[in-house]
């Protein structure tokens, strides 16, 4: 099994190490030439973590689309989570492809039939999602949508165990999957007291720390996903709900992280500073 790998950003970059950590061959496609460079620098980061280098005999490089898509069977999309921006993205992918090559996509919010509709032969696309960071949460969401091929999906079933994924599988479409239908509404209801000036985000996060007995509170976690990420998240929903308050914690998201470069703990700052977040000290 050959992989590509498609946007190598905050998830892109994991999966495709993970990808080749596991020993298969795997091409990594990148728009933007700059981003490329930080994914090998990530790669490099992983390799002195896991102290081995032997995935960079399974990685490829590529800015170019046409040639990273070639001789593979199967594409990860990790594009941003941009409704437009997927569905040309993976038109493109699909015409280029050979009709029996598995497309998927680690969308966290849009739905398999949200973009089936711009794939050539949509029996073999589906969702394989990831979480963040993938080797401590590994787990993977395995998602069809109507028309997905049953044995294709065991395929990616497979795919995930082999490279060392909890498979979950989600046998009725759902939107943000199993885990994201739990975990958005609880960073919604986190941004809300924050934004609306109800408690400070260190508060918030304190609260849920000591009181759940957990690691990570929901600023912890907005820092992990990526302010990028969360941003597309709130535009998203406000331009779908129509919703003055979210447009204006959009707004401010840009303009007090994203223009600042706070994209969270890939930049060293977002709620908190990376390393020693200060929420660690509420762990018991
Ligand atoms: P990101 O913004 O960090 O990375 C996306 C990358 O895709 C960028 O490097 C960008 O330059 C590149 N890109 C943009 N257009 C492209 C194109 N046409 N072709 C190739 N590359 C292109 O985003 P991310 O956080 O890695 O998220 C990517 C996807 O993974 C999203 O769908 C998101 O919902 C999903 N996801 C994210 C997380 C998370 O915690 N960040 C978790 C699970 C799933």
Avoid at 3 to 31: D, H, K, M, P, T
Avoid at 86 to 96: A, G, P, T
Avoid at 195 to 204: C, H, L, P, Y
Wanted: glycine share 6%; proline share 4%.
């Amino acid at each position: 099994m050959k992989v590509v790998v498609c946007g190598c950003g905050v998830l892109g970059s994991q999966i495709s190490w993970q990808v080749a950590l596991s020993g298969f061959e795997v091409n990594v496609y990148e728009i933007d030439e700059k981003a490329l460079g930080r994914c090998k620098d990530f790669h490099t980061r992983y390799s002195n973590l896991f102290r081995t280098k032997k995935p960079f005999e399974k990685l490829f490089y590529y800015a170019n689309r046409e040639k990273c898509l070639k001789d593979i069977d199967l594409v990860i999309e990790s594009i941003p989570e941009d409704l437009r921006l997927k569905r040309d993205f993976l038109s493109k992918v699909s015409k280029i492809v050979s009709e029996d090559i598995i497309i998927t996509t680690n969308s966290s919010t849009f739905r398999p039939s949200d973009l089936k509709g711009y794939i050539d032969n949509p029996s073999r696309f589906l969702a394989l999602h990831f979480a963040n960071p993938i080797w401590e949460a590994n787990i993977a969401e395995i998602m069809g949508h109507s028309e997905t091929d049953i044995g294709i999906f065991n395929k990616v079933v497979e795919f995930a165990r082999d490279i060392g994924m909890e498979p979950i599988k989600i046998y009725k479409e759902q939107a943000g999957y199993v885990l994201n239908s739990m975990l958005i509404p609880w960073l919604e209801s986190a941004q809300r007291l924050y934004f609306s000036g109800v408690a400070n985000f260190e508060d918030i996060d304190k609260a849920w720390i000591i009181s759940t007995k957990s690691k990570i509170g929901p600023f912890g976690v907005i820092d992990l996903v990526g302010l990028r990420t969360i941003y597309n998240i709130v535009l998203n929903r406000a331009k779908e709900t129509n919703n003055k308050e979210m447009f204006k914690r959009a707004k401010k998201i840009k303009e007090e992280f994203l223009d600042k470069g706070k994209l969270g703990v890939e930049t060293g700052e977002g709620f908190y500073k990376y390393p020693n977040p200060n929420y660690e000290k509420y762990m018991k």
